[in-house]
């Protein structure tokens, strides 16, 4: 007779956790409700439980669970009246006892029943589970877990989610299994490695849920074309990593998947046709065939139209490698992408096949598309013109009073430019016709505004409206946006004034915007305007703010990568000359007399009245202020632009990129800024079979010369570069310095440098740097300098410059958890090439006198 008869669970459960009393004497026969009876207890001893009486119990759910050492026999136990056996064993990762005379008739719940059961390899096949809808982690993390199911009734199950996830060794037919009411069959085979059964006929039309179904599954290969998945919305990592996976899915209706993300990430063997797939309720492929290294299929009639994002989609694959990938899949990328450098090289692809990009987006509707297939009708207004969708909108007007009868706009959106009306009417402004024969009506100048006002993501000049502004007369309409501009706080007043300034315009907008993000983009689109380019290059140089920096360095590489430069190239071709002539110099006139303005030797700029012979110190008060403005304004930027100058000047020394005569002569002879460089700088020659022919200096006159004053003919066959010390002999660098003392001519650079560095083993000056401990501010100002990009990780910062030839440079500093900026950090140097080449000594050798001298570590090298 037992000692104990507890009336209900929490009687039974003060017992449980009395390590003293022996379960064998507790008579169970009253209870019911067994859920989570041992949660509390430390028990180690479980004898006894074996003759339990549980007759009567109906909730077992999670009973034994995280009990790591229960692995008692409870096969004679009743179990004829148990609904739940929810989470029953999860935990118990010795449990391996047979189960097999269990009555499971009217358990409905069996979720993680089993779940971490790791030892847990019995036979359950006898079992009747036809009550059961939920059998989610069921087997979850079974590693030995391997007897067959297939006489289970599971016809009224419902999930399926992670039910063998993780059973690395089952391989067991399922085939006769009816499914047909599952709706979740997420991870169900998650990690079963050994898994390779036919489940082609089962009915898996009610299931929505797919995600990593064979996730890992790396050998499984069995065809699934008879599958209904019409219901499905998500297969993110469905295929995953199942390497010899490679059965037909063409057939299969996928019209309501949303998710595909690594859908065939690391599918090693899968390359079928998806051609017939119907993809217009997708929103992201993320990585969907990434490292799917065999996958080659024609992709090109996949409607994206809801995609929002694919990055990685097709890296690693014969598509990518082969430039296949489908145009729409490059479109989508680039208005997608989060990673703005990335777009750089899409919008080359698009621009270069621009109607076939086109056409297959034409038909789609999200406005991402929409906006960007405007985007493009209106950068590409000639190339597109037969094909574009809003044909019937562009109209030839023949008089003002044909626009004014034709032009229709927005009444909603009409509503929020009503300012205009305001400004017009009390600056009393009025726009006239080309031939200043009439006032034209506001009308026109707002649905030039609404135009502009509609646009979103993209910021671009609406080529269809020249169509309108051609008939107006430029004076007056400039006059009209720029006081639209001045007297409003809007974006739309500030974007049409900047699409339609003139320089003397834009001096006055980057005064008032200077770094904004909007105005940016606005001088990004002037790219035939060599002043607001160089406006924009001083946003990039100067500002020291990480967030518009980053902007401006994004607009004008996509600018560079059009030109085909590096980015510090763009640099030169942009430096203004602020309308001074070849010798520096700029005549104007206030008054009737005449004023010079012009460039000095030592980069001063003076104003000298040529009338009265004398250099004026400053700026008379009697001119005129749009006069006095530009002075001020070129006094300050040419300083400012002669110092981000000799920063490019030192990335040419370093990558030693030759020039063709052409472009040199236009950057370092013809603009009158640059021209000082060229005379304080030493040149290398080359014929046009790029052989060194002599070095020389540019004396300023259009002459030039060597060390010993001989004079030195080009011919526009010729290349040029910097001279290094990897150029010329010991020497000739001897006698150049010599020249320039001579002249007493002062280089902006030090081409020749006097540190004692053995060029031949840059091994033990590298060494040498290594470690070296620097205050982690200068480590970032040293970077921002050089315009060195910056990965910022998780306990690593990593500063890297990479040149034409993708020789790198790389400073890594390593800290923990984080860094501040007046902390001390050690740094590791190394040189590398990203395509495995060999780095060039040139490349090492003047990055290493730049940490040495701009981190004052010269005293290492006595």
């Known amino acids: 007779m037992c000692k104990y008869k507890p009336k209900d669970k929490e009687e039974l459960k003060r017992l449980v956790e009395d390590n003293n009393i022996y379960l064998g004497d507790i008579d169970t026969s009253l209870i019911t409700d067994m859920s989570n009876l041992f949660s509390k207890t430390n028990r180690k001893d479980y004898s006894g439980i074996e003759n339990w009486n549980t007759e009567n119990v109906i909730n077992m759910e999670a009973v034994f669970m995280i009990l790591k050492n229960f692995n008692s026999d409870i096969n004679n136990w009743n179990v004829s009246k148990v609904e739940n056996m929810k989470k029953m064993f999860s935990g118990c990762s010795k449990f391996n006892q047979p189960l097999d005379k269990w009555d499971t008739s009217k358990v409905n719940d069996m979720g993680g029943m089993f779940l971490a059961c790791k030892e847990f390899n019995q036979d359950i096949n006898s079992w009747n589970v036809s009550n059961v809808t939920d059998m989610s982690n069921m087997f979850c993390l079974c590693e030995k877990f391997n007897q067959p199911l297939d006489k289970w009734n599971v016809s009224k199950v419902e999930n399926m989610k992670r039910i063998f996830s993780g059973c690395s060794k089952f391989n067991q037919p399922l085939d006769k299994w009816d499914i047909s009411k599952v ?170 096949n621009v109607k076939e990009a086109y056409k297959s987006i034409i038909n789609y509707n999200n406005k991402i598309y929409t906006d960007f297939r405007i985007m493009l009708e209106n950068e590409f207004y000639r190339e597109l013109s037969e094909l574009k969708t809003n044909n019937n909108e562009v109209l030839n007007f023949i008089s003002i009073e044909d626009i004014e009868n034709s032009i229709n706009y927005d009444k909603k959106n009409n509503q929020k430019l009503n300012f205009i009306d305001d400004i017009i009417k009390e600056k009393e402004i009025k726009v006239l016709t080309k031939d200043k024969s009439k006032i034209i009506g506001i009308k026109i100048i707002k649905y030039i505004y609404l135009e502009y006002y509609n646009l979103k993501k993209y910021i671009y000049k609406i080529q269809t409206l020249d169509n309108i502004i051609n008939f107006l007369d430029e004076e007056s309409f400039k006059n009209c946006i720029r006081e639209i501009y001045i007297n409003s706080q809007k974006d739309v007043s500030v974007l049409v004034c900047g699409v339609y300034a003139d320089d003397n315009m834009l001096i006055e907008m980057y005064n008032r915007e200077n770094s904004s993000l909007l105005f940016m983009k606005i001088l990004a689109l002037h790219t035939d305007s060599k002043f607001a380019l160089s406006l924009l290059y001083n946003v990039f140089a100067r500002n020291k703010k990480a967030s518009i920096k980053k902007e401006a360095i994004s607009l004008l590489n996509f600018i560079a990568e059009k030109m085909n430069l590096e980015l510090y190239e763009l640099g030169f071709k942009v430096v203004y000359d602020f309308g001074l002539d070849k010798r520096g110099e700029k005549i104007i006139e206030v008054n009737d007399n005449k004023y010079k303005i012009s460039l000095k030797n030592n980069n001063a700029v003076e104003l000298f009245d040529i009338n009265n012979k004398k250099e004026l110190k400053s700026i008379p008060k009697y001119f005129p202020e749009n006069i006095k403005e530009e002075i001020k304004h070129i006094r300050k930027e040419i300083p400012n632009i002669l110092k981000s100058q000799n920063y490019n000047l030192i990335k040419i020394l370093i990558s030693g990129k030759k020039y063709n005569y052409k472009f040199w002569k236009e950057i370092f002879i013809d603009n009158p800024i640059m021209n000082k460089y060229a005379y304080s700088l030493i040149w290398n020659l080359y014929d046009e079979n790029m052989n060194l022919k002599t070095s020389f200096r540019y004396l300023g006159d259009g002459s030039y010369t060597d060390y010993d004053d001989n004079n030195v003919v080009m011919d526009e066959n010729c290349y040029i570069n910097l001279s290094s010390v990897f150029d010329l002999t010991k020497e000739d660098i001897a006698k150049w310095k010599m020249h320039l003392n001579d002249y007493e001519i002062f280089q902006p650079i030090n081409q020749f440098p006097i540190i004692n560095i053995d060029t031949s083993d840059f091994n033990k000056v590298i060494e040498k740097l290594k470690n070296i401990e620097i205050v982690y501010s200068s480590l970032k100002a040293f970077a921002s300098r050089y315009s060195m990009n910056v990965i910022y990780k998780f306990s690593e910062s990593i500063f890297y410059f990479e040149d034409f030839k993708k020789d790198q440079f790389i400073i890594k500093i390593e800290f923990q958890e984080y860094v501040n900026n007046g902390d001390i950090v050690k740094i590791n140097i190394s040189f590398t090439n990203s395509e495995n080449k060999t780095v060039e000594n040139r490349f090492i050798y003047y990055w290493l006198v730049l940490m040495i001298t701009d981190l004052k570590k010269e005293k290492l090298f006595y």
């Open 183 to 352: 709706n979740d069959m997420g991870g169900m085979f998650l990690a079963c490695k050994e898994f390779n059964q036919n489940i082609n006929s089962w009915n898996v039309s009610n299931v929505r849920n797919m995600k990593e179904m064979f996730f890992n599954c790396y050998n499984f290969n069995q065809p699934l074309d008879k599958w209904n998945v019409s219901n499905v919305e998500n297969m993110i990592c469905m295929f995953a990593g199942a390497y010899n996976f490679n059965k037909s899915l063409n057939d299969w209706d996928i019209s309501n998947v949303k998710y595909m993300l690594s859908m065939f990430n690391g599918a090693g063997s899968f390359n079928k046709p998806l051609n017939k797939w119907n993809t217009a309720k997708l929103e992201n492929m993320y990585s969907m065939f990434y490292n799917a290294i065999m996958f080659n299929q024609d992709l090109s009639n996949w409607n994206l139209d809801n995609v929002s994002d694919l990055a990685f989609a097709f890296e690693e694959t014969p598509l990518k490698k082969n430039n296949k990938i489908p145009i729409q899949f490059i479109i989508a990328e680039y208005v997608t992408a989060k990673n703005k450098s990335s777009k750089i090289e899409q919008f080359e692809i698009i621009k270069n």
